[in-house]
Structure formats: C-alpha cells, structure tokens
C-alpha cells in the first residue's frame, strides 16, 4: 500500500523514535550500573556523585573466585614482583589471597555456581522429556477428562513455592533429602513440568498427523514413528521449551532458599547473603551478578522468536 | 478427525498389531506425568492440610495435638494477618497498575517501523529473564541512600527509599515495575499487530479522529490479550516472594507470601503455617481458574 504519509505523520514518527531511545536508556540503566560496577576499582564503586567514567578492570573476578585475608604488613616487594597479575591486583587492594600449598583457595562462590549448572540441567532434561512425551500423548490420542487434567496440570504451575515448600520440607527432611542435589532436581522438575506439557502440546499440535499416519502405512510402528517423525519436526519446540525450563530453575530462589544451605545451594539465595557483612565490596557481589545472569542473557537472545509463546504457556502463538 | 483417533485405538488394527498398542503407549507417556505431579505436588498439600489442623511446630520434639479449626479461626480473627493481605493488595495495585500502564504505553511506541525494531524490543525483554532476587540485589546497590544512583539523580540525599517506611513498598513495586512492563509489552504488542490494517484505513478515509480510532477500534481488539495479560500478572504479584524478601526488611512491605515464610520457617508455627497456606492456595486457585478461562478463549479466535 503507498500511503501519502503527511508532514505531521512523520514528525509524530521521529517524536516516538525520541521515546522509544528515553525508554531503552530507562530499562537498560540498572543493568549498565551492575555490569559496570563489576568492572569497577573497589574505590569508584561507592562515590558520590556516581562514577560513570573509569579504567575497567578484572580484579572483582579473581576476588571473586578466591578466598582472601586483609594484609596487616605491606607485602615483600620479591614476593609482589613474582607474583602473576591477578595476585598482584589482590595486594594492591591491600588483601592477600589464601593459599593450600601453591594454589589459590577458592571462594564458595564457583561451588554455587555448578550447583546451579547441575541443578538447573538435570531438571530441565527431566521435565522436557517427561513433558514432550507427555504433550504427544494429550495432542494425539484420546484422553478421557483431558481438560480437566490438563487443567490439573497446569494449576501444580501456579502453586505459591512457600505453599509447597513446608510439606516438602518435612517430607526431605523426613527421608534425608533436605540440602541435597536431588531433592532440588526433583522440585524443580515438579515446578517445569506442567509447563514443558502445555507448551509442548503446541508445538505437538502444530505438526501435522498425516505425516505419521503415512510412516505407519509404510511399516513404522507408532514408537518408530514418534521417534524418527515426530521428534525431529518437534526439535525447535524442545529447544525453546528447554530454554525457558532453565532459566526458570537456573532463577529460583524460595525453593533453593528454604531446602538447602550449603551442600546443594545455588548461587540465587547465596549471592545475596554476601551483602551485609559489614564491609560490602560491592564490586565483588556485582561480578558475581553479572556471571550469574549472563547465560539468561545469551538466552533470551537466542529464544527472542519464542517468547511471546513462552510466556503465555503456548496459548499464544505468532 | 475424531474417527482417526477412535480408529487407531482400535487394538485389532494394523499399527497396533506391531509393536505396543496406542492404547500403551498413551498411558506410558501420560500416567509417569501425572503420578509424579501428584507425588511431589498434591500429595504434599493432602499433607499440609493435615498438620493445618493441629499444633504441630516442626523444630520441636514435642508431642502435638489435633485443635480441629483452631488455626483457621485464630488467623481470621488476627488483625495482623489482615495487615499483610492489605499491603498485598496495595502492592498488586501499584505494581501490576504500573505494568499495565507502562507495558501497554510502550507497546504503543514500539507497534511502527523503526531500525534496529527486533534488538530493541529483545533488550527491553530482559529484565523479566532476570532472577528476581538477583534483580532485588542489585536494586539495593541502585536505591543506596548514601551512593546510590537513584537517589542522585532525584535529588534525595540521604533519604533512603527503601528504608523508609512510607515509600518502602512502592519502591518495590517499582523494580517490579521494571521488571514486568515489558511482559505486558510483548503481549500487547501481539494484540495491536493482530488488528487488521483495514479498520485504520477506514478509520482514516471517514477522517475518524485518532482518539476515537484509539478508543473504538484499537483497545476493544487488544483487551482479550491485556486482560490475559492482567490477570497472569495479579496471580503473579500477589505471590510474591524473593524480590520484596531481597530489597526490603520494612515491615511495611511484608507480603502475605513472606509473612508465611516467617511463620513457617523461622517461628515454626507448622501447624498455623500450613493454615495460613491453605488460605493462600484457595485464592490463588480462583485467580488461575479465571487465568485458564481466559487463555482458551483467547485460544479460540
């Protein structure tokens, strides 16, 4: 269509392109402030006014990996020259990084970290298998009271965590599951999984039955056909789903926070227990952060086609 | 349709005659689901409910009793109990009435050509990707009464938003603000490019004014979506948790979902607790029942 655009028409344009730069700068703010913050020498971090211009530099992450005492005494001038670049950075903080024999403690903070790794993809594999096989099963066959059980399925999703929490807490605590990496898996699994079901029916419903149905006329049986149709056309549907399990589990604090506080705790109730001692380096708690939420961030890039979807469990599709 | 399905059940046919019958395989990829949804998340409520009926205070070794509706009662009668229903109230208010607003504003904005449209609306997508109680975090860093940039940038000093009572809850709702506008955004981005072009264009051949065009054409199609949006968003809020736990120890800003976490886990009131929670559950179950309602309407056009 060539519309005749008006003077006032574009004019309005370039008022909204104005808005849309106010906006963006509005919403990106925080997250420039945090990553930037990670970057900061330890003195520029909290000054008034803000500081917004400065020499980055990487010593809140070799801080944040390695367990560190305050120097008393300045440090032997052989020692320092000998040391690689990331101690030197410690000492110039006036801090000494603790050693077992030659190599560098470390913080608890890559521990949590892996947890969360572990934790976050056992669940997701758990729940976007059991989903997908699941979903299969509603999109195809007859399912006597499939309304009410895909309602049933879906209301498990919306159950407060604390709600949930204080049973399973006694029921852990009961069979030896609190603080432990299964018992995480499994809850997080429950929580993902009435939402990998509803998703992957979708996507299932999306592809058409006339491909199976030909694979069956040609010899397959219906498990062949699942296996060597249907799960290839599904694959982009599973990867999303997977994504967006994921990052749910990877985020989750109230389960984390009340079932486990050591053995098995993931880094979204252990990095903000770090603030407050006192002495906040507030440099270090931002480079924890900002490792902590760069994989969502290469997510969210990648899923950015499947959001809409995502977040609307499916129901809305473009 | 109906009769492919009926047909392929049939357990004397071809497909069913190799290999496992529909009938099997239906139920193996189906029951495994729902008995583990039920094992990890009904049976622990059937459990609760129990306890909700008696004094069981799960730290202590002591025997305990059954006292019948006694919990139900004291927290219905408990003024305090009321408090924090009413901050939830206020807090689903400021909040879900500021993403509904802002969401929906940017949307607006954003529902034209532009460069760079699709980076852009991914990066005003992120903070709702984020960990809230990472997020809540780095709010604190942000709300800092003595260097935090919020406050210099208004001008307040030393005034901490954060710890005053007055302003601590809105505080909150403002990084919940943050965070979730740009949901309401990607719904209500579907909703507007869904209206089909046509009705502007007539709009603009009878010279219809753009409010009368905005009023009457644009927000009656897109109120399905805004709504789902809406109510996805009340459920959602008033469950909060990790973000007000995170930002703020005001008692002023002490949703019901973290008063139940204090009752439950650090003055084990078990048994109180788990009334509390059934209370809680039986709201939440409205709001999803009409969620759902609307989400297979919406399914339907």
Redesign the interface.
């Known amino acids: 269509m060539a519309a005749v655009r008006t003077g006032g028409e574009i004019a309005l344009n370039r008022i909204a392109i104005v808005a849309v730069l106010v906006v963006m700068i509005v919403f990106l703010a925080p997250i420039y402030w945090i990553a930037s913050t990670a970057f900061k020498p330890r003195a520029l971090a909290t000054t008034v006014p803000p500081t917004v211009l400065f020499q980055p530099e990487l010593t809140p992450f070799v801080k944040l990996f390695t367990k560190r005492v305050q120097q008393t005494k300045p440090v032997d001038p052989a020692t320092y020259a000998a040391a690689p670049w990331w101690e030197k950075a410690v000492y110039d903080g006036g801090e000494r990084i603790l050693k077992v024999g030659d190599s560098p403690q470390l913080s608890p903070y890559p521990d949590r970290f892996v947890n969360s790794l572990i934790i976050a993809i056992s669940s997701t594999l758990l729940a976007v298998s059991m989903g997908t096989l699941t979903a299969y099963g509603f999109s195809r066959f007859k399912v006597k009271g499939e309304a009410d059980l895909l309602f049933f399925i879906l209301s498990t999703r919306m159950l407060p965590p604390v709600v949930v929490a204080i049973p399973m807490y006694l029921m852990y605590r009961a069979v030896g599951l609190n603080d432990t990496h299964i018992g995480l898996i499994i809850l997080y699994t429950a929580f993902n999984l009435s939402f990998s079901v509803w998703l992957m029916k979708g996507f299932m419903d999306e592809i058409p039955k006339e491909y199976e149905e030909a694979a069956l006329v040609d010899g397959y049986t219906r498990m062949q056909a699942f296996f060597k149709i249907v799960l290839p056309e599904a694959a982009t549907g599973i990867a999303a789903t997977a994504v967006f399990c994921f990052i749910t589990a990877w985020n989750e604090y109230a389960f984390a926070l009340i079932m486990t506080n050591r053995r098995a705790q993931t880094a979204p109730p252990f990095i903000p227990s770090q603030v407050g001692s006192g002495l906040t380096d507030w440099t270090v708690i931002a480079a924890g952060t900002v490792l902590f939420l760069l994989p969502v961030a290469i997510f969210t890039f990648l899923l950015r086609n499947h959001l809409l979807r995502g977040m609307s469990f499916g129901a809305i599709r473009k | ?2 009769v ?3 047909n ?2 049939d357990p004397q046919s ?2 069913a005659a ?3 019958s ?2 099997t ?2 139920n ?3 029951i ?3 008995l ?2 039920i094992v ?3 049976f ?2 059937i ?2 409910l129990g ?1 909700s009926f008696t004094d069981f205070a ?1 730290n202590r070794n002591v025997p305990w009793s059954f006292v019948g509706l006694q919990n139900y009662r004291d927290l219905l009668a408990d003024q305090r109990i009321w408090t924090n229903f009413v901050i939830t109230a206020k807090y689903v208010i400021v909040s879900v009435g500021g993403q509904m607003i802002i969401g929906f504003g ?1 949307a607006l ?2 529902n ?1 050509d ?1 460069p760079f449209k ?1 980076v ?15 997020v ?7 709300y ?1 009464p ?4 919020i406050n ?1 940038i208004l001008g307040l000093r030393n005034f901490g938003l954060l710890s005053d009572a007055d302003t601590a809850l809105y505080a909150v709702a403002i990084t919940d603000i ?1 965070m979730w506008s ?2 309401v955004m ?2 209500s981005l ?1 909703g507007l ?1 869904a209206v089909p ?1 046509h009705l502007y ?1 007539a709009a603009a051949i009878d010279r219809a004014s753009s409010w009368y065009t905005f009023t009457r054409i644009t927000l009656p199609l897109v109120a399905p ?1 805004l709504m ?1 949006a809406l109510i996805f968003r009340t ?1 959602e809020a008033f ?1 909060t ?2 973000l007000a736990y ?1 930002l703020s120890v005001q008692p002023t800003t002490e949703l019901i ?1 973290i008063k ?2 204090r009752l ?2 650090q003055q084990w009131d ?1 048994g109180r ?2 009334a509390l ?1 059934y209370i ?2 039986i709201m ?2 409205a ?2 029942n009409i ?2 309602k609307y ?2 309407k ?2 339907e056009r």
């Open positions: 349709m109906v492919s399905v009926l392929t059940l071809r497909a190799r290999g496992w529909d009938l395989i239906r193996i990829f189906i495994p689901t729902v583990f949804l990890f998340n009904i622990p409520l459990y609760s306890y799960a940017i904005l954003l034209r532009f699709g852009v609306t991914t990066l005003l997508l992120l903070p709702m990707m984020l960990s809230a109680a990472v809540g975090l780095f709010w604190q860093l942000l800092s003595s260097w935090g940039p210099y943050w740009p949901f990607l719904l579907a490019s072009k264009e979506i789902i459920m469950k948790f990790d995170v979902a139940l976490y439950a886990f078990t607790s788990s929670a809680v559950l939440v179950l709001i999803t969620y759902v989400l297979n919406v399914k």
